[in-house]
């Protein structure tokens, strides 16, 4: 996922888990909105959740792939 689309997804998973905060503060609870919004809210962390840990093995495999490359040259 590119840089732009994370930032997006970001903000709006903020955004939601506000909303979800601020429904949870009033006094008369209206259910069916709170089960949307920490449903919605859910989605886009595990969403985030995926892309950085997609990132992280991506950064992890670049660095092996360094590594080896280093220590083929200094075999030769």
Do not use: Y
């Not at 503060?25 to 997609?54: H, Y």
Request: avoid cysteine; charge should be positive.
């Amino acid at each position: 996922m590119s840089t732009n689309v994370t930032t997006i997804v970001a903000i709006i998973s903020i955004i939601l888990w506000i909303a979800v905060s601020i429904e949870l503060s009033r006094t008369p609870k209206n259910k069916r909105k709170l089960i949307t919004l920490m449903s919605v809210g859910f989605l886009s962390t595990l969403i985030l959740t995926v892309s950085i840990f997609r990132t992280i093995l991506l950064l992890n495999n670049v660095g092996l792939i360094m590594v080896k490359m280093v220590q083929g040259l200094k075999a030769d």
